[in-house]
């Protein structure tokens, strides 16, 4: 592997808070946070390209770019994936998004797309896929794929690697009212998943 890539695993890492409370519902998470990070080093622009919580039952979410969260800290997106992992039954999870790039505000995000970033972000969902072929998909970056003109792109793109997957495709609710598929952040557990029709979806992705 290229020296300006790196996997690592970090020593057990307890999150600061183990339980949430939404609306009526409590959530408790027994899953430790112990995932692999493949990302770039500074210098070469603060690109993410998955964290990967390896497990027996796997669930692979689909973001729409990494913020600050990396293999000893979760963000707060982070929290909420593995929440929604848990009550679904998964035991290990994969943080894919549509860009890589590093931005804890989507509208910083670069005006035009990094290709060999983005070529980088394909291969390393073509090689979950192919660890992982059964595992399921949430799809989960919300309304702000567009906020940049080439997020829809990028899901297009992530969609052809990940179609061959014989896992089910799911979404957290109902879609938002612009008809995309909801942000864990703002959504709540009792929502639960359900499943995704990603082939109408795609028809209508403009």
Known sequence: A??????????????SLRIWKFRDRKIKLIMDYLP?????????GGHRFVL????????????????????THPDLTMHKVMGFAEGGGYDGFAMLNLSSERATDKWSLSATLDEPMHRKNLDVAA????RYPTADILVAFGNDISAK???KRCFRDLYDVLRTSRGQWFQ???????????????ARYDWGLVPFKVKKYMTKLK
């Open 2 to 15: 290229s020296d300006v890539y790196k996997r690592q695993r970090c020593n057990r890492c307890e999150l």
């Open 36 to 44: 692999i990070c493949n990302e770039t080093g500074k210098p070469q």
């Open 52 to 71: 990967e919580q390896p497990g027996e039952k796997m669930l692979l979410v689909v973001g729409l770019n990494p913020s600050n969260a990396d293999e």
């Open 127 to 130: 090689d979950l896929l192919q």
């Open 149 to 151: 003109p080439y997020l």
């Open 172 to 186: 957290i609710g109902k879609l938002t009212v612009k008809g995309n598929p909801r942000h864990p952040l703002y």
